[in-house]
């Protein structure tokens, strides 16, 4: 889970890694009550769950009261890399001399903690690390192993620093290095690590990306107001829609809607259709013997994705009963009408109910199977999964 630049700064400031004292505000006009508290210059950060704010336009400097309003009104009403802007942050503008890279993460590679360190902050990392991976200073931490404050040191000598910055960044680094630990994250990241004009050192940039395993043991963070969040920002629509209905679902940016029989073919059905050169549109999970309603629900869910070309569908039934299956989708059938080609196959468990269930509604109503394409043991799951791939490619 991902935290906003504001959420990261709190745990900063109780962490003792300098940052600035802002504002979160929702509208231009609380955003110029907000510079005139602080004091011009400010600036105004967007608050979305990405980084590249600065390069989309994201964070501007205001010197007064009509640039504020103009500049807020103008973020506000960006979309960034997917995320509508929809809260800013505003701060006293800083004037910057010099900015660094501080990060801690996981080297999952290696099992180990990693603190990362780079003379040129402000830029994306990932660059870096793929255009200049010399320019990149990587301290790696054995899992329990401790930070001292020679490491500190150690990392602001090699970023090329001495001096008072070297005295003010090498505690910066350990205590990076503790707040990782302590919250349990995945990511604890300054880009930048700022230099101002009077030698001071702050954070000017905070990204905090959390272990959603571990919140158990982080009440501090929903009694901050952080509630759960999708990995990669907020839940879109249809994952809430999905979560009220108990079933477990993510959007992904394919158009093959993926109905599985089970979380388990669900995670194969998806290398399935990447293997056969498709693109899923969702993960599904039905959730252990779903209801026939909870079938029709998830129908409905990829029937109404505008992305969706193509349904793709399996039941191996075991405890999952293949004439629920069938009860299900005749269900969503009726109730709802199917708009887009299916391809299902269904074997196993109850495979004879489900198939007389299937028989039986159509010879009542052969309009409603129109687009629906049957399959059962005879035929291999890799060809149905072709079969999906090449419906897709056909609608597009
Ligand atoms: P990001 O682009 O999403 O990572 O957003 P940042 O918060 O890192 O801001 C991007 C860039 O804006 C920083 O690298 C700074 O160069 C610049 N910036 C951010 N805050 C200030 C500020 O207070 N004053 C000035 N002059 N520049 C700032
Ligand atoms: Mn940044």
């Given at each position: 889970m991902?935290?906003?630049?504001?959420?990261?700064?709190?745990?900063?400031?109780?962490?003792?890694?300098?940052?600035?004292?802002?504002?979160?505000?929702?509208?231009?006009?609380?955003?110029?009550?907000?510079?005139?508290?602080?004091?011009?210059?400010?600036?105004?950060?967007?608050?979305?769950?990405?980084?590249g704010r600065g390069k989309a336009g994201g964070v501007k400097i205001a010197k007064n009261e009509a640039e504020v309003k103009s500049l807020a009104a103008q973020i506000l009403a960006l979309t960034i890399k997917g995320y509508p802007v929809q809260k800013l942050l505003i701060e006293p503008a800083l004037e910057i001399e010099k900015e660094i890279y501080l990060g801690v993460t996981i080297d999952r590679a290696n099992y180990k903690l990693v603190l990362i360190g780079c003379a040129e902050g402000g830029v994306e990392i990932e660059e870096t690390a793929k255009n200049a991976p010399g320019k990149i200073v990587k301290m790696p931490f054995e899992i329990d192993e401790p930070i001292y404050s020679y490491h500190g040191i150690e990392m602001a000598k090699r970023l090329g620093?001495?001096?008072?910055?070297?005295?003010?960044?090498?505690?910066?680094?350990?205590?990076?290095?503790?707040?990782?630990?302590?919250?349990?994250?995945?990511?604890?990241?300054?880009n930048p690590l700022v230099r101002t004009k009077d030698g001071k050192w702050l954070a000017a940039d905070a990204r905090i990306a959390l272990d959603d395993d571990a919140l158990f043991?982080?009440?501090?963070?929903?009694?901050?107001?952080?509630?759960?969040?999708?990995?990669?920002?907020?839940?879109?629509?249809?994952?809430?829609?999905?979560?009220?209905?108990?079933?477990?679902?993510?959007?992904?940016?394919?158009?093959?809607?993926?109905?599985?029989?089970?979380?388990?073919?669900?995670?194969?059905?998806?290398?399935?259709?990447?293997?056969?050169?498709?693109?899923p549109a969702n993960f599904m999970d039905s959730g252990g013997g779903p209801s026939p309603e909870r079938i029709a629900k998830m129908l409905v869910l990829l029937d109404e994705n505008p992305n969706v070309k193509v349904i793709f569908g399996a039941r191996f039934g075991g405890i999952s009963r293949c004439d629920d299956f069938a009860k299900g989708v005749v269900q969503f059938l009726r109730e709802h009408g199917l708009s887009k080609p299916m391809v299902v196959r269904m074997t196993g468990n109850k495979w004879e109910e489900g198939v007389k269930i299937f028989g039986q509604a159509?010879?009542?109503?052969?309009?409603?199977?129109?687009?629906i394409e049957f399959h059962g043991i005879e035929t291999p799951i890799e060809d149905i999964s072709q079969r999906a791939v090449a419906l897709a490619k056909m609608a597009s």
């Open positions: 991902r935290l906003y630049e504001h959420e990261g700064k709190v745990f900063f400031g109780k962490h003792k890694i300098p940052v600035s004292q802002g504002k979160v505000v929702t509208t231009a006009d609380d955003a110029a009550k907000a510079a005139s508290e602080i004091g011009f210059p400010v600036v105004i950060k967007a608050q979305i769950l990405t980084g620093l001495s001096g008072n910055d070297l005295k003010e960044v090498a505690p910066i680094a350990v205590r990076l290095f503790n707040l990782f630990k302590k919250l349990d994250a995945k990511v604890v990241e300054i043991r982080h009440p501090e963070v929903a009694e901050m107001g952080i509630s759960v969040r999708h990995e990669e920002g907020e839940l879109t629509a249809r994952e809430k829609t999905a979560r009220e209905w108990g079933i477990p679902y993510v959007d992904l940016d394919g158009d093959i809607g993926m109905f599985p029989g089970g979380a388990g073919f669900g995670i194969l059905g998806n290398d399935f259709i990447h293997y056969y050169g498709g693109k159509k010879s009542e109503s052969p309009d409603l199977f129109k687009k």
